[in-house]
């Protein structure tokens, strides 16, 4: 047939990622760093983390580096209560705090 692609097979060590990251964040969410509204944390095809918010404030976060991983692992971990509401605010300011600081890195980056 034109114009379709032959499909891809995911190679073994992809499928362990996506197993692996499923695992650690199944059930789980973060709150969104603008409203915070707790969503639930994803898995793409390459087994990495994201949430998003489409509605209301658009917002789409990927956490790709290994790194990044266990940094939202502990985020949650560290900040989780079971006794607070769903809503979380302490990770909200964890999540608000650990971007601001991203992006003071970026934007200083060199001076």
Do not use: W
């Not at 956490?63 to 006794?83: M, Y």
Request: aromatic share 4%.
């Amino acid at each position: 047939m034109l114009g379709t692609k032959p499909s891809k097979k995911r190679s073994p060590k992809t499928d362990t990622l996506i197993q692996e990251t499923t695992a650690r964040f199944a059930g789980r969410s973060f709150p969104c760093p603008l409203c915070s509204t707790p969503r639930p944390i994803g898995v793409d095809r390459r087994g990495k983390p994201y949430i998003t918010c489409l509605s209301p404030c658009g917002l789409q976060m990927f956490v790709r580096a290994p790194q990044g991983r266990d940094l939202l692992e502990q985020q949650l971990s560290a900040h989780t209560n079971p006794a607070e509401a769903p809503g979380e605010t302490r990770v909200a300011a964890s999540a608000a705090a650990l971007i601001h600081r991203g992006s003071f890195r970026r934007t200083h980056a060199g001076r």
